[in-house]
Structure formats: C-alpha cells, structure tokens
C-alpha cells in the first residue's frame, strides 16, 4: 500500500503524491445509510474534502463525489427501531424500505437527507450519487456482466486473501426477489451476456430471469472495486478495517486489475474518532455524537478543524465536555502555540468571523447574565471587552448556551442568585468574617489577578478557616453552592456594587 511521509500538513503531502500521476483525479467517499451519520463517520469526507481543496489549490482536474450506498440491505432491527414493523423487513434494500419517521422517502434518505445539509454548513462541495440509482439506471450492469463472467477469479481471489472456502453455489451479484424484496437470500441460477438478464431463485420459493439493471447487487468486496472502475476513481480515503492483511482494500485491488481492468485508488487509511470514556464510534454501540448536535455548539469551521489537524492514520480522542472549549479557543486565538495555520486555512467553512471573547470565558458569562444578552454585554464590559462584534458575538453566546445544555460537565453549571441564597444559612463564623474582610478589601478597577490573590491574603488571616472553606463561602454567598468559577475572574466581572452588598449581607447573618 503506498504510503506518504509527512513533513507539511498531511493534505499537502497527499495531494503532491497524487499529483505525480496525471490526468483527471476523481476523489471518492461513501457510506451506507443504516443509521445516524456521525462525526466518527464525517471523518471519511472530511479527509477526502480537504484532499479536494489541496488538489484544487495546485490547478488539478480533480472530481469529488460522495456514494450513498442506499441499497444495501437492511442487517439487522437496530435499537432505535419498531421490531415489529422492521424485523420483517431485514433483507430488503434501505431504499425500498419505509422511512422511520414518515418523513422521507425511504429509510436510506431519512438518515442521508439530514447528513447531506450539514455537508452544507461544513461548506463541503460534493456530488451525491444514490447507490441504488447507480443499479436501477443499468450503468452497473457492465461490471455486472464482467463480475458474473469472472466469477471464478474472484472466488480464487477471495480464498487466497483471506483462506476461507468459497461455497460453490456462491455469486458476485445478489439479486432482488421481487417476490419477497429481499437481497440476501437469492441465488444466481445463470446469466446471459447479450440480454443482460440475471436468473434466480430464492429462499422464499420464487424464481426466474430478471434484466440486471436495479434487479440486484454486487456483494461489497465485488461492488467497492466494481465502483473504482465505473467512477474512475483514483483516491479514496476508507477506514483502518479496510485497509487489514486481506481485508477489502487487499481483495479488492485484485478484483479492480484482474476482473475489471482498472487500477486501485490511491489508499488514505483513517483511524477512529474515540468518544472519551466510551471508545471507537459506533452506531451499533450508540456511543455517537450526530453532526448536526455537534454543529448546534460549536462554529462549523471548529468541527472541521478537529478533523483537519490531525493526521488520517492517527487516532482522534474527543471529548465535547471542557476540551472542547479548548479546541474553540485554541480555533480563535492568533497567538495560541498549538495553531495550525495550515489546517485553519483548509477549515474555512463561512465567513467566519472571531467574538473576541474566549469562549471558556463565555461560557461563565453567560451564566453570570442568567442568559441575557443585554447583561453579557455588561459584565464583559467591565472585564475591559470593548468594541466586540455584536452578532459574532450572539452567536457564540447561543454556542455557550447549547454547550451547557449538551456537553457541560456539572461543575461548569451554576447560577448567580439574585437574593441571597438560603445555603448562606450554612456559613461559619469564621467565614463571615472572611467575607467582611473581602468586601472591605474589594476596590474599584482590581483585575482578577489582584483579586485573586487579596482573596487569597484574606483567607491566610482567617486563622482556623482552611483555604478551600474561604473559597466555599464565596460560592455559598453568590451561587448557592461550594463551587464555581475562577474567583478572581468570577468577582472581576461582576457589578462591584451588586458583590459587596451580598458579601456584607452574608456576613451579616445571624
């Protein structure tokens, strides 16, 4: 398998590989829609989005489609399904199936449609082709013929790949019972060349001649080759699975020179997105996180950049609680170590413009306005945040706010009270007196460096009172609990008159 050695941005050194060879590259991705397409799932288009603009960039007669392998068959009733309405439905194409909500037209589309509009937002310019249109408008049907007439190619192939015995009755193409709709439990009976016509019978007692165009499928390490040479395709990123001694890039290569008369793809192999504390992605697990909830906290050129730093064949651990505020602001920051100037510039989705604000900060400020927008404005003001672009700005507060919601760990909610709250009952008296002592010591205009370390100071004067319990009344006093923000910066950025009059109140409780 050919292999590239990275010393720019992965993209680029892909892209100059491929280049070596001439004339038209045609990119290929795909996936079956039998489930909610997810960010472990966007990794695969994303890498081979990025290789397109690379190739383009370059001046390269370059093609991107995306295959919607909608006519595949149903495996099995998955967890999210009515058992009693698809279980006798297991075998049939996912495009001559019913949509799960009645929304759409078939159950392959209730999966793609969403899939293709966040492709939208996520600013990745591809063609869509329908698997099943591919077979129903018999532009298959010429791999058809060649996998049928080199049946025997293929089962030597396969057994050599792979060790297995290949079953005698066995068959490159599954057809469709049109009696049951069933493609997986058919059997080729014959074939004929000249009126390209497929015989068969199935399981269910039907049998026949039906013509190849939309009457069945080739199986997957036949139908992936069969596609590289249909599609000309010349890259095509897939998953670590695939690319296994033996596995169906291995068989496949075979098939495509020795069946079809084409040449293999330029292999990118990807690893896994893991999802923190839970492992690989998978649908079929239910550890996924959809794209569509993804974009609803974070900016799209963010999700892109997640994808697009990292290198195909390394793994990507992710973890939406507070790394990902991190990944925001490392996204924003111009002067953040980390940045990958390259990667930026290949994550550009929309014109996208920078708050200002981080967004770890944000997502405090928020909470401290009680989600209003006209109080964010306030207290980032007296944090010294002036001129701030007013819409960047209300967008990324309603990203803080879908990120609370979703992912927020729970010491990063809380809520500033209005009155004081009645856990303030639990105050010592050695934490009153801390809190007189902060309120006599709290002057206008201190940044939350100084008042971080004067609260510090008024805490090692307290005698008996620990750090952490000084801390605690603080928290008790204006949120009601024993944790919260950064005090310094918490306290920097609220009204000082609003802080001294609870903090004096609290200490004043009897």
């Known amino acids: 398998m050919p292999s590239v050695v990275r010393s720019r941005h992965w993209a680029d050194e892909i892209a100059e590989t491929v280049m070596a060879g001439t004339g038209h590259?045609?990119?290929?991705?795909?996936?079956?829609?039998?489930?909610?397409?997810?960010?472990?799932?966007?990794?695969?288009?994303?890498?081979?989005?990025?290789?397109y603009r690379a190739l383009k960039e370059r001046g390269a007669d370059v093609g991107f489609h995306y295959v919607a392998d909608n006519f595949d068959p149903l495996r099995r009733v998955y967890p999210f399904l009515d058992a009693a309405v698809y279980a006798p439905l297991i075998g049939r194409p996912?495009?001559?199936i019913p949509c799960p909500c009645g929304k759409h037209p078939n159950y392959g589309d209730h999966f793609l449609l969403p899939f293709l509009e966040t492709l939208?937002?996520?600013?990745?310019?591809?063609?869509?082709?329908?698997?099943?249109?591919?077979?129903?408008?018999?532009?298959?049907?010429?791999v058809i013929v060649a996998a049928l007439k080199g049946r025997d190619i293929i089962a030597r192939i396969l057994h050599e790949a792979t060790g297995k015995q290949i079953d005698a009755d066995w068959s490159p193409f599954d057809p469709l019972c049109p009696a049951c709709g069933r493609i997986t439990a058919?059997?080729?009976?014959?074939?004929?060349?000249?009126?390209?016509?497929?015989?068969?019978?199935?399981?269910?007692?039907?049998?026949?001649?039906?013509?190849?165009?939309?009457?069945?499928?080739?199986?997957?390490?036949?139908?992936?080759?069969?596609?590289?040479?249909?599609?000309?395709?010349?890259?095509?990123?897939?998953?670590?699975?695939?690319?296994?001694?033996?596995?169906?890039?291995?068989?496949?290569?075979?098939?495509?020179?020795?069946?079809?008369?084409?040449?293999?793809p330029f292999p990118v192999t990807y690893e896994w997105i893991s999802l923190k504390g839970q492992g690989d992605m998978s649908s079929s697990k239910g550890n996924v996180i959809s794209i569509e909830r993804m974009l609803k906290v974070v900016p799209p050129e963010v999700l892109r950049y997640l994808i697009v730093r990292t290198p195909p064949e390394r793994t990507i651990a992710f973890d939406p609680g507070l790394p990902l505020l991190s990944l925001v602001d490392e996204y924003d920051d111009v002067e953040s170590a980390g940045r990958d100037q390259r990667a930026?510039?290949?994550?550009?989705?929309?014109?996208?413009?920078?708050?200002?604000?981080?967004?770890?900060?944000?997502?405090?400020?928020?909470?401290?306005?009680?989600?209003?927008?006209?109080?964010?404005?306030?207290?980032?003001?007296?944090g010294g945040y002036e001129n701030l672009d007013e819409q960047a700005l209300r967008d990324r507060v309603e990203y803080a706010k879908r990120w609370l919601e979703e992912f927020a760990p729970a010491e990063m909610k809380f809520s500033l009270k209005p009155t004081l709250p009645a856990?303030?009952?639990?105050?010592?008296?050695?934490?009153?007196?801390?809190?007189?002592?902060?309120?006599?010591?709290?002057?206008?205009?201190?940044?939350?460096?100084?008042?971080?370390?004067?609260?510090?100071?008024?805490?090692?004067?307290?005698?008996?009172?620990?750090?952490?319990?000084?801390?605690?009344?603080?928290?008790?006093?204006?949120?009601?609990?024993?944790?919260?923000?950064?005090?310094?910066?918490?306290?920097?950025?609220?009204?000082?008159?609003?802080?001294?009059?609870?903090?004096r109140e609290a200490a004043a409780l009897s």
Not at 36 to 49: F, K, P
Not at 133 to 140: D, L, P, Q, S
Not at 224 to 244: C, I, N, Y
Not at 369 to 374: I, P
Request: aromatic fraction near 8%; proline fraction near 4%; charge should be neutral.
């Open 423 to 503: 856990e303030a009952g639990e105050l010592s008296p050695a934490q009153k007196e801390f809190l007189a002592r902060v309120a006599a010591r709290l002057e206008p205009g201190m940044n939350a460096e100084a008042i971080h370390a004067m609260v510090y100071s008024a805490a090692g004067e307290a005698g008996s009172l620990k750090p952490a319990e000084a801390f605690q009344a603080l928290y008790l006093a204006l949120l009601g609990t024993k944790r919260g923000p950064r005090i310094g910066w918490f306290l920097a950025f609220l009204d000082r008159e609003f802080v001294l009059q609870r903090l």
């Open 94 to 96: 996912l495009s001559e």
């Open 186 to 264: 058919t059997t080729v009976t014959g074939f004929s060349e000249r009126e390209e016509t497929v015989d068969y019978r199935c399981e269910c007692g039907s049998a026949g001649s039906l013509p190849m165009a939309g009457a069945g499928k080739l199986t997957w390490r036949v139908d992936w080759p069969a596609r590289w040479k249909v599609l000309s395709v010349t890259v095509e990123p897939f998953g670590k699975d695939h690319a296994t001694s033996g596995g169906s890039y291995d068989t496949g290569k075979r098939i495509v020179r020795e069946v079809f008369g084409a040449e293999p």
């Open 25 to 51: 590259h045609e990119i290929s991705t795909g996936i079956s829609p039998s489930g909610a397409i997810h960010i472990g799932n966007l990794r695969e288009v994303m890498t081979a989005d990025v290789i």
């Open 120 to 142: 939208k937002e996520l600013r990745i310019e591809v063609r869509v082709i329908r698997g099943d249109e591919m077979y129903k408008t018999g532009k298959m049907n010429s």
């Open 344 to 382: 930026l510039a290949l994550s550009r989705a929309s014109d996208y413009r920078v708050a200002g604000v981080p967004f770890k900060h944000l997502v405090n400020v928020v909470q401290m306005a009680n989600f209003d927008f006209s109080q964010v404005r306030q207290i980032l003001k007296r």
